[in-house]
């Protein structure tokens, strides 16, 4: 049911894509799960849900799927072709039948193309690739049934032989010429290689033969619905049967397009095309698959042939149409819902990359009339925005007043995102929610590019209100001093509010939301992460970071001289780490998806938190369940951690006490209890802290100190036991007392969790301030040994601490001394 009085606030958890949606290949694919819960939260069932760039069909799908009415429009008529045969229905045994067929008249013959001599039993073998480099083959990988070997070998004459003769023979069926151009401009991200300008130029005549032998087959089949489906398993594999694959050390048999453009590697794939269209029809994404997922969650597919249809019965349209025709074709105030993705520019060339499959499918494609920016077609930016805003009036026009329209935005071109928002502001919606969504899988990129990694996608929420004025609030433009200066302030707000260094990418997701605020960026304006590092060496820093070996393994964004012990925000790696440790204590078990959820409630925006530092947290203080779920390990419960942590504070007060120290007991920790008493008992009437600034923010935190021996009102040592706060917190706390020569301070550490304390206190301002203010850290089993030894006696020496204290090590890792760590 609708739910518009809460609306959707947080990022919800992406999942990796099913079956369906792996059957083909399609850029900026959007996450399913996130795209359905949208519409199920803004539409209710029945109602019309609309995507006038529709691309591959997930949100007419999703809708579908959902008991809503779908409307999926695009100009692009490869998107229309996937969209169309992922979502109807089809005869899995005339689909298999019509393979079957294939099979027999075929691949004997296209196999023969891809023969090789096996070098382990001599026998034939049948080649998988073929590596080439600068055109040349320098390396064969093949099976052999006879010796069950898989392996690889340099060509040998035969191979040659075999090549030179297919390169002489003559292909009997038709296959595409399709130039890379637009009459006589190559396209943009076309190969950049005259020798190679055309779709038939982009595969190896072997390949390019046996692709039109399979095609002519496909071609000669009956029925016109089969025929269909099996051209979309063809153009799913099509590009992998190219020279666009590039060879990978570690995965020498299989490749994939990686780039958005024509780009030839110097060392690229051919590979066995039998094979990869087996794989379309038949294997782990291929159509038998996905139909048969398609087949059993999409209950209901008719299609209609104009907008009324939908109130007679059918339930998706689907055509091939511009955007800004849309009320050609459904009536004004008729759609209840609208979720698109539209072009971000020029940053992919959709048109352009969907010519490859359009070829083979003889479908033409309108580059004209293309929403982008693209000097080859002669379309600059202001070409882009103008388009763009009337496509977004189109929207106004046919949504429902009062309903809503969710754009999905994924660029760090800030020029594109003022485009993008204006546009539909312009057109007469009004902005309302900006959400950072982290993508499906997590991504390494963040640390290794400290400035334009693109990671997720933002969702923006837009409603249509009565009446319109059609004009922007002037006042609500900001000059271009203050965008710049909003960048900085708000850069520097989000490494304060996250309390520690951060990665670009969590920074630019919170200065993309932050700039919504009413207000629009002024045109011309330079993009985020020119501003920061403009910035660099005066507001900000780049600091290395390191793995436990040492490694550098890539930089994060710090405030310029700031001291780690100056903040006043808890880090937010010990506040997630807490939230975590939270979910599980509650929830007994619980699915990796249930904690992410949570976190992304919790943490939205600039402060969501990377997939994989919630598994390295997970790894620490959960084990899976036999049903694939998380618990806590033993011992970590929330009671069981208390009463630990209680048992540590215990045995340090009352160690102090037999050190001849006043003692102080941390202000929350005092009600705790222990052997039946309070904790409160152990500590002593302290009125003042002669050696801690007055100040009342600094004297409260000091306050909160788990532990404190003191000499005539004087801080001699200070304790912190690290169980249920993060040591970041712990450290933040202490450094509140000056430094001095005369003040041991000990962090108190359970030793099961060494490793992952080891690999926290590689943040380099973190090692940095535990240097300075010279922390040692105890083991709790060392500190009940200590304990256990001083039972009988009515005295004790600090110095047995230091005997005890080392710094937290990795696995075997040398021990080194603190001042070095």
Known sequence: MQNNTQNINHALVAKAHTSMYLMHKFWARKPHNVVSEYIKHYSKEGDVVLDPFSGSGVTVIEAIKSGRKAVGIDLNPVSIFITRNTAAPYNLKKLKDAFLKIEKNVKDEINGLYETGCEVCGEKGLIICVHFHDSKPIKIMYQCKHC?????????????ELIRKIEERDISFWYPTKKLKYNHHEFKEGTHDPDIDS?????????????????????????????EIMKFAFTSMVHLASKLTPVRPTRQYSSFWPLHRYWIPPI?????????????????????KGKTEANDLIKEFKEAKEFGDLKDGANILIREQNALELTDIIPKDSVDYIFTDPPYGGAVQYFELSTLWASWLKKDINYNEEITVNKQQEKDFEFYHKMLKSAFREMYLVLKPGKYLTVTFHSTDIKTWNSIIKAVVMSGFDLEKIIYQPPARASAKGLLQPYGSAVGDYYIRFRKPEPFSGKLDAEKQMDMESYEREVVW???????????????????NGIMVELKGGRYVPVGAKNIEDILKEHLGEEFELIEIKNEKGVVIGKKWWLKGRDFSNFTTRALADRVEGAVVTVLDKKVKASFDDILQSIF?????????????????????AKKTPDGKWMLKAGLSEKER?????????????LGKKAGFDIWIGSREQGEIYDKKPLKVLCDDIRCFKNVPQEEIALGRVKQIDVMWLENHQIKYEFEVENTTGISEAIIRGSNIPESPYIKRFIIIPEERE???FKKLQEPVLKETIKKIKWDFIRFHD???????????????????NRVARMPRFKNDIQKNLLDY
């Open 148 to 160: 069950k070997s898989k392996t690889g070998k340099n060509p040998d004459k035969d191979d040659l």
């Open 199 to 227: 779709v038939d130029k982009l595969f190896t005549k072997r390949n390019l033969l046996a692709l039109s032998i399979i095609y002519n087959q496909i071609e000669n089949l009956n029925n016109k619905k089969i025929k």
């Open 268 to 288: 690229y794939m051919e590979s066995n095309v039998w094979m990869l269209f087996e794989s379309a029809v038949n294997g782990k994404q291929g159509v038998i």
């Open 490 to 508: 708000a850069g520097k707000g989000i490494i304060e509010t996250r309390g520690e260094p951060t990665m670009y990418q969590h920074i630019l």
């Open 601 to 621: 409630i919790d943490f939205p925006n600039a402060l969501t938190p990377d997939m994989q530092d919630i598994k390295k947290i997970l790894g620490e203080y």
């Open 642 to 654: 208390v009463s630990r942590h209680t048992e540590m504070i215990y045995i340090l007060a009352t």
């Open 755 to 757: 490793n992952f304390l």
């Open 783 to 801: 500190l009940e040994s200590v304990f256990k030894n001083t039972k009988t006696k009515k005295t004790f020496d600090p110095v047995e601490l």
